[in-house]
């Protein structure tokens, strides 16, 4: 059963720090791109990056380039999401999830359950 | 960035009901749309993929269909565990936008 579990969200204070983590498990990680997806409280639902199975290619929404850095460690089958300069806009539920790539673009197939971070002071 | 657009941003339906939303692209995306559901305080669920094909364990009463920028998502039969929120996506190119969603309540 494929599962993806987040951990590391909380309360920090605007231009404060905050790493995400993703544990995945139930498929071959080393095989599938990663993303990050988040949902600001009573919000619609807003793509924030990418990476490639070996780490070589990340991409990133325009309002986080700079900010945010999308890494991996497939020994350990996990992903991270490292997010500074932390602003209240940035508030929101993150979700991690898994990319299918296909003949039609790509699809987010499993996610997890998300974790909150609150930026505030 | 490609914008996207859902109608109606709201709809109420009884059960039994047919419904349509649509999804509405700023520019062509071929058939590089994917349609998620997701109920209060849960994750997404992906629905269909590539503008109509149907993610595996999704039953058929959801179909999808269109291609360049204009698209649809149709329930047929109306159950009562189908009353959520509904956001399509565009897979063309990053960054990879959703529209607003539509909630769907009951009526």
């Known amino acids: 059963e494929v599962q993806l579990v987040e951990s590391g969200g909380g309360l920090v204070q605007p231009g404060g720090s905050l790493r995400l983590s993703c544990a995945a498990s139930?498929?071959?990680?080393?095989?599938?791109?990663m993303t990050w997806v988040r949902q600001a409280p009573g919000k619609g639902l807003e793509w924030v990056a990418n990476i490639k199975q070996d780490g070589s290619e990340k991409y990133y929404v325009d309002s986080v380039k700079g900010r945010f850095t999308i890494s991996r460690d497939n020994a350990k089958n996990s992903l991270y999401l490292q997010m500074n300069s932390l602003r209240a806009e940035d508030t929101a539920v993150y979700y991690c999830?898994?990319?299918?790539?296909?003949?039609?673009?790509?699809?987010?197939?499993?996610w997890g359950q998300g974790t909150l971070v609150t930026v505030s002071s | 960035d490609i914008q996207m657009t859902q109608s109606p941003s709201s709809l109420s339906a009884f059960v039994g009901d047919r419904v349509t939303i649509a999804c509405r692209a700023s520019q062509s995306i071929a058939s590089e749309l994917n349609w998620y559901q997701q109920k209060a305080g849960k994750a997404p669920n992906l629905l269909i993929y590539a503008a109509s094909t149907l993610q595996s364990g999704v039953p058929s009463r959801f179909s999808g269909s269109g291609s360049g920028t204009d698209f649809t998502l149709t329930i047929s039969g109306l159950q009562s565990e189908d009353f959520a929120t509904y956001y399509c996506q565009q897979s063309y190119t990053a960054p990879y936008t959703f529209g607003q969603g539509t909630k769907l309540e009951i009526k």
């Open positions: 999830a898994r990319v299918l790539w296909g003949s039609s673009g790509a699809r987010f197939d499993y």
């Open positions: 139930g498929f071959t990680f080393t095989t599938y791109w």
